[in-house]
């Protein structure tokens, strides 16, 4: 049987337009492009849409832009109608969004489209409503503001299959928030801003005076915009220019986002991706990628724009040159962001419970159950470290060798109970209980407080004496314990019991601040290791912790001072130090601030040596300072054990001791005076010489002189944290404690690798 030849008919105008709907109108998230491409065009400055189930069931889209005609509102929405092109040599220069005029020709052909309009001239708006690109009755005047808006509903209700292929609406509404996003990044100057219908707020919301790099944060957040850098380029023989935001090195996710416009139009190259994401290999981890917005301004007349139906890609003259030299640019930027890498930290939030029932496990506490069976304890839950561990070089103190690199001799008075026989030469870290675990088991299962309330943890000045008797004055009573002489921090013999209204109110400030889990993480840390005389890292459970050494002890030594006021030891001066040079030292750094207006220096540090004489009294009562009728300076407090302060911060502590102690009101007297002491005590960077910076000759003077700070900070400041040290509250918010790893993070860190 022969073949017979089939009939060729013409389609059917229903048909062809219904076909070519259904190429420009692919999904939801299209006709959203085509309608925002004709608002931008209308130079609307701010640009609204509301969304129902996905875009399928309701889109509608308003703008503040010019507006349609009434004359035109009969054929808008017939195909090939358009303002932005009359001949087929405008889209050489074509400059506008559309200029097939099929938009809103292809979703009235797959939707119900109502149209509503006013123009600047115009005395009302007017609504009109089409079918199939046809208007259904003469435009009718209404109210409305100037602009249009347009509402395209039940989408693809002709087109059964197209609608049952998008039956995720959530799928459908991302997408749509993707494309108003990306416009919304290249627009700076336009408030854009999509939510589902119903709702109050709006999923992607941006202001008309935001700049770019803020709609970036606002729709990719601060991970993201932080990491930015900014590129521009442009060249006169290729007739184009480039510019844009890429992340740095230190940003990579999974998926590439690539935000490309050339002409102010929303496209895509393949090409210009592969060539960036090779350049972007040297830098980032493998299989991850960047984030990526680039604005292309080629010629127009070296630009087809009409190459695909959705106008989502175009081909330009010159393409591979354009591409390398947007590579090279990209390339020297990258080069220069990669001299160093930034870690970002988490301050230690307040609040976070880090205490001991969070659900961490050590090795050693993974015990058999009443059944027999064993708790199984995953690898990132082990906590390998004890903080009651010893080190061996806790046996190893350095032998006379203090904190600071200076000459000065000092030697400990005996009234300080470090002479009796016990020269504590075995490092209390290795005694199997602590000083207040020692004082409890001498007195009994709790220590009671002069209210009668039992009381553990920090040994304070309330703790109960075991016989009292008067000192000089009524505000101050003397205890004595044949017991245990450890009673402060220095462990001093005798212990004076202070009931001055100042110095509680302080001490109660110092309570009231305190923040618990932080110091139960300062209890039960381990120690890790200096990295610098300001920085040292610590271990707590599963986190790695950055500790600034300087402020902490700066606390420390405070609170010290305030919780064992009157109770100190004394630090001999092997020589004494005269007042006037410690005063002409202080004036003579730059630090001190001194200028000429201020007067001779040597008449200014008399005026200093004759003040502080008179607070000799008081000086001594309270705080273990010695000076001598000569005005030499023999004796400074002992805070604690094995710690003698740098002694190249004295000069400058007598300066600011005359000048900025608050002499006048007792509690500021005894508040300012007390900072200012800490700060002489704590461990500062500036006063301590590193081994790193030492010559060969140094090194061997010093012998272990040179790293004996180091010892000092591990077994006697931070061993001091853990029982005397309440740290405060501000503590987890001005990055002095940060959070640098989580072991279960990291795990997951490595899992991807």
Not at 547 to 572: C, H, K, M, P
Not at 712 to 724: D, G, M, P, S, W
């Amino acid at each position: 049987m022969a073949l017979m030849a089939g009939v060729i008919r013409r389609l059917d105008e229903v048909v062809v337009n219904r076909i070519a709907a259904g190429e420009v109108i692919q999904r939801p998230a299209n006709a959203i492009k085509e309608m925002l491409e004709n608002c931008l065009d209308a130079k609307s400055t701010s640009i609204q849409v509301i969304v129902k189930e996905g875009g399928l069931k309701l889109i509608q889209i308003q703008d503040n832009g010019c507006g349609i005609r009434k004359e035109d509102l009969d054929i808008v929405c017939e195909r090939f109608t358009t303002s932005k092109l009359q001949k087929f040599e405008d889209l050489a220069s074509i400059s506008t969004y559309g200029f097939r005029g099929e938009a809103l020709a292809s979703i009235s052909h797959v939707a119900h489209v109502t149209v509503t309009t006013k123009t600047a001239d115009a005395k009302c708006a007017y609504r009109a409503s089409y079918c199939d690109g046809k208007l259904k009755a003469p435009p009718k005047p209404c109210a409305g503001n100037q602009g249009t808006q347009i509402t395209v509903e039940d989408l693809f209700y002709n087109v059964t299959t197209r609608r049952k292929a998008l039956k995720n609406p959530s799928e459908e509404y991302a997408k749509i928030l993707e494309v108003v996003g990306r416009y919304a990044i290249h627009n700076s100057g336009i408030s854009f801003s999509v939510k589902k219908q119903g709702d109050t707020v709006a999923d992607v919301r941006t202001l008309a005076n935001a700049t770019t790099v803020d709609n970036i944060r606002s729709i990719f957040g601060n991970a993201v915009s932080r990491e930015l850098i900014e590129v521009a380029c442009e060249d006169g023989k290729l007739a184009f220019k480039m510019k844009g935001y890429i992340t740095n090195a230190n940003y990579s996710v999974k998926k590439c986002m690539f935000l490309l416009f050339i002409n102010h139009r929303l496209v895509e190259s393949t090409a210009l991706r592969k060539a960036i994401e090779t350049v972007y290999a040297a830098y980032l981890p493998k299989s991850t990628h960047p984030f990526l917005y680039l604005s292309l301004e080629i010629a127009p007349q070296n630009v087809d724009v009409n190459v695909h139906p959705t106008k989502h890609e175009v081909h330009f003259l010159h393409e591979d040159s354009i591409l390398e030299c947007v590579q090279q640019h990209i390339e020297s930027k990258l080069l220069g962001s990669n001299s160093s890498r930034m870690y970002f930290t988490q301050t230690l939030i307040p609040g976070v419970e880090c205490s001991s029932t969070e659900v961490v496990k050590s090795v050693a506490s993974s015990s058999f159950t009443a059944k027999g069976t064993v708790d199984k304890v995953y690898a990132h839950q082990m906590v390998r470290t004890d903080s009651r561990d010893q080190k061996l070089d806790a046996f190893l103190q350095p032998i006379n060798k203090p904190l600071s690199t200076g000459h000065t001799a000092v030697t400990l008075d005996g009234g300080t109970g470090l002479s009796d026989g016990r020269s504590r030469q075995q490092d209390t870290e290795m005694e199997d209980l602590n000083d207040f675990d020692t004082m409890v088991a001498a007195q009994g299962d709790s220590v009671t407080t002069p209210e009668g309330q039992k009381e553990s943890g920090r040994l304070t000045p309330e703790t109960v004496p075991t016989r009292k008797r008067q000192w000089a004055g009524s505000d101050v009573e003397m205890e004595e314990d044949d017991t245990r002489k450890g009673m402060t921090a220095a462990c001093t013999p005798k212990r004076r019991i202070i009931n001055l209204t100042s110095v509680l109110t302080l001490q109660e400030e110092i309570s009231s601040q305190a923040h618990a889990s932080l110091q139960e993480m300062l209890h039960d840390h381990s120690f890790v290791g200096c990295v610098s005389p300001q920085w040292a890292l610590a271990q707590y459970q599963t986190k790695l912790y950055l500790l600034n050494t300087t402020q902490l002890s700066q606390e420390l030594f405070y609170q010290i001072l305030l919780y064992d006021f009157a109770n100190f030891g004394v630090l001999r001066l092997s020589e004494p130090a005269p007042l006037y040079d410690l005063a002409m030292l202080a004036l003579e750094n730059t630090e001190s601030g001194w200028t000429e207006d201020d007067g001779p220096k040597e008449g200014l540090a008399e005026y200093i040596v004759e003040f502080l004489k008179k607070k000799t009294e008081m000086l001594k009562d309270y705080f273990s300072f010695e000076i001598d009728e000569d005005g030499n300076l023999t004796g400074l407090p002992l805070l604690i054990d094995n710690y003698v302060p740098p002694l190249e911060g004295l000069p400058m502590f007598i300066l600011r001791l005359a000048t900025e102690v608050n002499w006048d009101e007792e509690k500021e007297c005894f508040e300012s005076l007390s900072k200012e002491c800490a700060m002489f005590y704590s461990i500062r960077k500036q006063y301590i010489v590193e081994e790193s910076d030492l010559t060969n000759q140094q090194t061997e003077e010093l012998g272990t002189g040179s790293t004996s700070w180091k010892w000092t900070v591990e077994h006697v400041i931070y061993k001091a944290f853990r029982t005397h040290l309440l740290p405060p509250k501000h503590f987890t918010e001005d990055g002095n404690i940060l959070q640098l790893a989580n072991l279960p993070d990291l795990y997951k860190v490595f899992e991807r690798c």
